[in-house]
């Protein structure tokens, strides 16, 4: 089993910038992929970004393309969600999760899951 410990997250305003961070410990070593997930207040958690930890690869969700930057620090073990021009819509929990299988942006294809950080966007 994978821990993740999510922080970083904070109140901002429309067009700001925010990093979000996820350390993880225990089991990584059959970890595959690392991923950022949301959820919103009413709403079902929507997939954010991932990020392969062997290759680096990365990829988005559509809403956040072009304005969201995921990396990864293999020495901490730690991976990051910079978040620019932040929008209202943005405003969520935002979860990290880990998964031993292939690229997937669905929640169920990932096994281990931090706290959750919020992040609130004003207008």
């Known amino acids: 089993q994978v821990q993740l410990v999510e922080s970083g997250g904070g109140l901002v305003q429309a067009g700001d910038s925010l990093m979000v961070s996820c350390a993880a410990s225990?089991?990584?070593?059959?970890?595959?992929?690392m991923a950022w997930f949301r959820q919103a207040p009413g709403k079902e958690r929507e997939f954010v970004s991932g990020i392969v930890w062997s290759s680096g690869f990365t990829y988005y969700a559509d809403a956040v393309k072009g304005r969201f930057t995921i990396s990864k620090d293999n020495v901490k073990n730690t991976v990051y969600l910079q978040m620019s021009s932040l929008k209202p819509e943005d405003t969520a929990v935002y979860y990290c999760?880990?998964?031993?299988?292939?690229?997937?942006?669905?929640?169920?294809?990932?096994?281990?899951w931090g706290q959750g950080t919020q992040v609130t966007v004003s207008s």
């Open positions: 225990g089991r990584i070593l059959g970890t595959n992929v």
């Open positions: 999760a880990a998964a031993n299988g292939l690229v997937s942006r669905s929640a169920a294809d990932f096994g281990s």
